[in-house]
Each structure stands twice: as C-alpha cells, then as structure tokens.
C-alpha cells in the first residue's frame, strides 16, 4: 500500500501539466538562466569589459593632466600617477624626446619608446582635430596590446609639447581561470539549492490548490458538508471563501429542493387520490344513478383542472426563469383588470364570506404586459386569500404615486417574521415552520411567477409585515399619460 501511495505521488509531480511540475521547471529554467548570464558576463565578456574599463582610466587620466599642465605640481603628479596605475607617462617635444619627467642618476628611468611607435604616435596626433587620441597599439617588446593616449599641451612658445600616456592592458587569462573554478563551484550550489527551493515553493502553491481539488470532488459526491480550507495566499483564500459560500448556497438549493419535491408531491398526489376514489366510486356505485354521476365527475373534473394548473404554474415558472417568455408591452389600466381578476374570486365571496375591498384612483392606465400583469395580480391576491386572518378581509389599493402607479394587496393573517422576508420571493420556499397547508386556490410556486415577471418589466416591489397583524404586498409600474 505505501509503495502504491509513493508510485501515485511520484505520477503526480511527473505529471507535465500539473502545476507542480511547471512551477518547479520554470524555477529551474530561470536559477539556469541566470547561472548562464553570470558565465556569460563573467567570461566571454571579460576581457572586452577589462579593455573598455583600462580605456576609459587611461583616457581620464589624460585628460586629468591635459588640465594640470603647467601646475608647479605637475612633474609630481606624473611620477605619482605613472607608478600608481603601472603606466608610461611623458611629455614629448617636436621630435619625440622626452623632457619630462626630468630624471638624475639616482631615480628609475621611465623605459625608452620606441621610436616607431613614437613617430606614429605624432603622425596621429598632428591628424587629430581636436589635439587628442587614444588607441590601442600592439608592443611587441612586450608581447602585449597597449593602450596609447596623446595630447597637445598648451604652451607659450611655438613649440609642440606632447603627453604621451602608455598602459598596458594586461593578460588576465589566469584571473579568468580563478572565475571559471569558482563559478563551476557557483553553478552546482545554485542549481542544488534552485531544485531544492522549487520543489519546496511548488509544494507550497499546490497544495492548497490540490486541498480544494479533493474538496470540490467530495462536493460533487453530493456530501454539503464538506469545508474548503484556505492556504497563505489571498488568491487562495478568496477562492476558499467562494467555494464555502457556493456550498453553503447548493445546500440550501438541495433543501428547497426537497421541500419542493414534498410540496408538489402532495399537490399532485391529492388530486390524483380524489380522481381515482371518485372514478372507481362511478364504476361501483354511482355509475347508474346521474346525480350521484355527476356529482362524482364534477369533483373529478375539479381536480383534473387544479392539476393542470399546478403543471401550467410550474411551466410558466421555468419558461420565466429562462428567459424564453418574450414580453408584449402596450398600454392597459391596472384597475379594470383587478376588478375582472377579483370576479374570479367572486366564488370565494358567496361560498367562504371573503371579503374584498378595491380602493383605485381614476387614471391607472400603465405600460407593460397585460397578460402577464393579470397573471401577478391573480397570484398575489391568491396568497392573501391562502394566509389573511379569520375575519377573512383582503384590501387592495391602487395609488398614483409621482410617475408611478402603485398596486398592493394587504392581508390580516399571521405575518411572516423578519428573516424569513428575503426568502419568501425564492422559487418554491417556504417558511421556518416547514408546515404544508393545502392552498385554497393557486398552486404554492404563485409568489417566484410574480418576482419573475415584475422583474422583467424591471418594476420595483416588495413586502412589508408584522408579525401577528398581516402582510403588504405591493410593486410599481410606470404610469401613463394616456387617459
């Protein structure tokens, strides 16, 4: 078992895609890289480096004495410079004899110039524009590329006077030798330690990320209490937070799903129950006597239309929240379709004592859905007949408010608490008591029809209630000027 643990781990970090694997070449390629530019910078680019940088002394170092000449100082300045930075420095007349620094027995001699060398050194000198050159030159005394710098000095007189600068650039082949042992040291160190650090930098990112992973297929076995662990990284921890909030949002949809499922159920199965007792009641009993028969295919015929009102409810539920009901907008007065929807309540009236009063001012005349609106209307005067008080009073008003005109419903039933208000618009929810009654008209999925269309006609609404006292349903629509 352990060795199969360890072949399964070893799979994973040989895996080409996973992020483990990528983050840790990436690394490797990079500290390589690196180790690579320092090899580069250090050998190959070396010598042209140390030229450039010999150049750019000697050139200032001319230019330093250009401007010191004819200082009190100078001569000293020359010997100092001259045995500081390991160069020939001499000031040259017109035939190319040195007659500074002057020199007594007893102090090194500067070495001699060639002669050749000098007279190309003035050939050069007297080409130049602005008095100055620098260039390099091989030494074959000293089998070694030299650097040349010249000027012409300022004097009083018409004599030439000549700084002649040579520095040589020295072999510093045993000083690249020296880099390479210490970097080939470097290179391994740093490719030890780059392995080392990637493993370790790609463990760390994967394995929160790999934590999720297990977590979300513990999800997808349908198990909601399972807990996303966040890791050390924000990226992480937001990614955390809105897998929890998901798992927390997909266990309440598998409660309202089950309620649902019990809801409609029961739904269908009373119907169902009473069609089938009253079909076999024609068969066995009152299948020869027509007003027992008719009395029986009435209840049956009563429960066939309240089934195809619950599929037809549950139809246009889904049929809204997909999107696939278009909308046909024109104008049409609130308060003429609240009194032809309310005759349709008439029943309820005469058989039950309901009681409904419509307060409507004159101009209601709004823009949207006719259809769809009487639809709403319906259902929420349907819910205030399924939960008002004992006294059986519903009232209904429909107010000009500025540019709209406002219609609600008020019950006198036992009211829905606070935090359950906010849910109340959820398709199929109900509230914390979890009791089932059966509705004395509509279907139970009346109030999400409701939220779905006022919200495609973009039409505020809302509830208000205490608990104890009733509710308040109501939504606006934009008025018309159209009398």
């Known amino acids: 078992m352990n060795k199969l643990k360890r072949m ?54 001319g230019n330093q004495l ?43 001699r500067p070495p001699r110039i060639n002669p050749t060398v000098v007279f190309q050194f003035i050939q050069k000198l007297s080409a130049s524009e602005d008095g100055r050159v620098l260039y390099t030159v091989e030494d074959f005394r ?13 004097t009083d007189g018409d004599e030439l006077l000549y700084l002649y600068i ?20 470097v290179t391994i160190i740093s490719l030890l330690l780059a392995i080392a650090l990637s493993f370790l930098i790609a463990w760390k990112v994967s394995r929160p990320i790999t934590k999720l992973t297990n977590a979300a297929s513990i999800l997808a076995e349908g198990n909601y209490d399972v807990v996303f662990e966040s890791g050390d990284y924000t990226e992480i921890n937001k990614l955390a937070d809105t897998l929890n909030y998901a798992t927390q949002e997909l266990s309440k949809t598998e409660v309202v799903r089950r309620d649902f499922i019990a809801s409609v159920s029961h ?28 009395a029986h295919l009435k209840v049956i015929v009563d429960e066939a239309d309240r089934l195809a009102e619950l599929v037809n409810d549950i139809l246009s539920l889904s049929q809204l929240q997909s999107g696939m009901v278009e909308m046909k907008y024109h104008f049409f007065d609130m308060g003429k379709i609240t009194k032809n929807t309310l005759k349709l309540f008439q029943v309820l009236s005469e058989r039950d004592g309901y009681i409904f009063t419509l307060d409507c001012d004159e101009n209601t005349v709004v823009m949207g859905d006719e259809r769809k609106m009487e639809q709403v209307i319906y259902n929420l005067i349907s819910n205030a007949v399924n939960f008002t008080g004992e006294d059986h009073r519903i009232m209904i008003r ?23 208000l906010h849910h109340i618009w959820e398709r199929y929810y109900r509230s914390s008591e979890k009791t089932h009654q059966r509705t004395v008209v509509g279907t139970g999925v009346g109030l999400s029809i409701v939220k779905n269309i006022l919200m495609a006609h973009e039409a505020p609404f809302g509830i208000d209630s205490t608990v104890g006292k009733g509710s308040r349903f109501w939504f606006l629509l934009k008025k018309s000027s159209k009398k």
């Open 8 to 61: 399964n781990k070893l799979k994973t970090w040989m895996d080409t895609k996973s992020l483990k694997f990528k983050l840790w070449t990436y690394f490797i390629v990079f500290a390589g890289m690196i180790v690579a530019i320092l090899w580069l910078l250090q050998i190959v680019l070396l010598n042209t480096y140390y030229k450039k940088m010999k150049t750019r002394e000697i050139k200032k170092i």
């Open 142 to 154: 000293l089998r070694a590329p030299t650097v040349v710098y010249g000027a012409v000095l300022p």
């Open 267 to 294: 739904d269908l199965k009373t119907p169902l129950t009473l069609i089938k007792s009253y079909a076999e009641m024609i068969r066995d009993i009152s299948g020869n006597q027509a007003e027992k028969r008719n």
């Open 398 to 420: 429909i107010r000009e408010e500025e540019e709209y005109i406002k219609w609600e419903v008020e019950d006198t039933g036992p009211g829905i608490k606070e935090e359950d």
């Open 166 to 185: 040579n520095g040589i650039l020295e072999p510093i082949d045993s000083t690249i030798s020296v880099l390479k042992d210490q970097l080939i040291i």
């Open 66 to 108: 250009v401007n010191e000449y004819g200082q009190d100082h100078f001569e000293d300045l020359i010997y100092r410079t001259s045995f500081k930075d390991g160069m020939i420095i001499q000031v040259l007349d017109e035939r190319g004899v040195p007659i500074l620094p002057v020199t007594s027995f007893d102090e090194m």
